[in-house]
């Protein structure tokens, strides 16, 4: 599978909100419900934008086995 470099950039991007997610959530930087409201926000922003990604990936995986 080719991955250009704004996929490569995007797929990077998601990692490092959903890490920040969790290290906001893990962190002592905010008050305690500041901090639960932005790590979950973060988290979740980071799981959604994994989902197209990956749809991509198992579509393309399984496009060689039908042609």
Avoid: C, N, Y
């Avoid at 990077?12 to 890490?19: P, Q, V």
């Avoid at 905010?30 to 749809?55: E, K, M, Q, S, Y």
């Amino acid at each position: 599978m080719d991955v250009s470099v704004p996929e490569l950039g995007f797929v990077a991007a998601t990692r490092a909100i959903g890490g920040a997610g969790i290290g906001l959530l893990l962190a002592g930087l905010f008050a305690p419900d500041t901090r639960r409201a932005i790590g979950w926000t973060l988290l979740a922003i980071g799981i959604a934008t994994t989902v197209p990604i990956a749809a991509r990936v198992v579509k393309e995986q399984r496009s060689p086995l039908l042609h």
